[in-house]
């Protein structure tokens, strides 16, 4: 999850807000997403892409790019930012979803009526 330039505080701030917005107004979606991940393969994090977030030819419904990342390929990437936010959440609560930007990747561990930003 590294970017490729350093980002003002300006710009990280700006996706966070843009992103709390997209994950209240998406949330029912990610979650269930989330938790089919969960279920079907263990401890993960959820990566969306917030950069072509829709595919509404496809589905007739706007949709987003995502990807269920297991913890074992997160020990893989030897990302340790993430693999210890993914290994200590609830997931009888929460979920860790990572959207990704053009120049970065924000994790968050998400849950309702709760969303935190952990990792960057």
Same mark, same amino acid.
């Given at each position: 999850? !590294?970017?490729?330039?350093? =980002?003002? =505080? +300006? &710009? %990280?701030?700006?996706?966070?807000?843009? +992103?709390?917005?997209?994950?209240?107004?998406?949330?029912?979606?990610?979650?269930?997403? !989330?938790?089919?991940?969960?279920?079907?393969?263990?401890?993960?994090?959820?990566? %969306?892409? &917030?950069?072509? $977030? @829709?595919?509404?030819? %496809?589905?007739?419904?706007? /949709?987003?790019?995502?990807? @269920?990342?297991?913890?074992?390929? $997160?020990?893989?990437?030897?990302?340790?930012?993430? #693999?210890? #936010?993914?290994?200590? @959440?609830?997931? !009888?609560?929460?979920? %860790?979803? &990572?959207?990704?930007?053009? =120049?970065? +990747? $924000? !994790? @968050? /561990? $998400?849950?309702?009526?709760?969303?935190?930003?952990? &990792?960057?």
């Amino acid at each position: 999850m !590294a970017a490729e330039a350093p =980002q003002s =505080q +300006d &710009v %990280v701030t700006q996706w966070r807000a843009s +992103d709390e917005a997209f994950v209240e107004k998406h949330f029912g979606f990610l979650e269930r997403a !989330a938790r089919a991940g969960f279920e079907a393969s263990g401890r993960g994090a959820l990566f %969306v892409d &917030v950069t072509t $977030i @829709y595919d509404e030819a %496809v589905s007739g419904k706007p /949709r987003p790019q995502m990807s @269920y990342v297991t913890r074992q390929q $997160i020990t893989e990437r030897e990302d340790g930012k993430l #693999l210890p #936010l993914v290994e200590t @959440y609830d997931p !009888a609560q929460e979920f %860790v979803g &990572v959207l990704c930007h053009l =120049q970065e +990747d $924000i !994790a @968050y /561990r $998400i849950g309702r009526g709760r969303r935190r930003t952990p &990792v960057t």
